[in-house]
């Protein structure tokens, strides 16, 4: 078992930046491909960005590439989500996800545990 928890959302101007932690707890963090996933009012939750178990591989949307980077620190067990350049579409809540495999997957189906997600919200 897995337990996420997500900090560091808040209320940010368009073209500012957030980073989002992860913090994980449970056996076997550094045993999961990660991710972050995000879902705006009325809207389906979509993948953001993701991580091999190894952290080799990373992968983004084609709506973040080149303004969010995902990272994680294995010795504190947090995954981080550092996001540049916001944009008010970014706007939603933002959930940490992880999954028992070494490569990183772009569908929410394929990641058991998840976090409570923390609101980002970008706006003037």
């Known amino acids: 078992q897995v337990q996420l928890v997500e900090s560091g959302g808040g209320l940010v101007q368009p073209g500012g930046s957030l980073r989002l932690s992860c913090a994980a707890s449970g056996r076997s963090f550094n045993n999961n491909a990660m991710g972050w996933f995000r879902q705006a009012p009325e809207k389906l939750r979509e993948f953001v960005a993701g991580?091999?178990?190894?952290?080799?591989?990373?992968d983004y949307a084609d709506s973040v590439k080149g303004r969010f980077t995902i990272s994680r620190d294995s010795a504190k067990n947090t995954v981080y989500l550092q996001m540049n350049s916001l944009k008010p579409d970014d706007t939603a809540v933002y959930y940490c996800?992880?999954?028992?495999?070494?490569?990183?997957?772009?569908?929410?189906?394929?990641?058991?545990?998840w976090g409570q997600g923390t609101q980002v919200t970008v706006s003037s």
């Open positions: 996800a992880a999954r028992t495999a070494t490569t990183l997957g772009r569908r929410s189906s394929e990641y058991f545990f």
């Open positions: 991580m091999s178990r190894s952290g080799d591989s990373t």
